[in-house]
C-alpha cells in the first residue's frame, strides 16, 4: 500500500514498482503492508515520492 493523493488513480507499473520495492526493503513511508502503517503524509505539495534503491 501506499499513499496517494485524492482523485489520482496509480498504473499497473506503479503498482509493480512499490511491491518491488516492498519486497526488496521493509515497510516505509514510500510503501508499507497491513502489519506495518504508516500515518497520512503530507500530500500538498507537488514533490514526488522517490525511491533510493
Do not use: C, H
Not at 30 to 47: A, G, H, I, R, S
Amino acid at each position: 500500500m501506499w499513499w496517494i493523493r485524492e482523485g489520482e488513480f496509480p498504473t499497473v507499473d506503479e503498482a509493480v514498482e512499490k511491491l518491488d520495492y516492498l519486497q526488496k526493503n521493509e515497510a516505509s513511508e514510500l510503501v508499507f503492508d497491513f502489519k506495518k502503517k504508516f500515518p497520512l503524509p503530507d500530500l500538498t505539495n507537488e514533490q514526488p515520492f522517490v525511491f533510493n534503491d
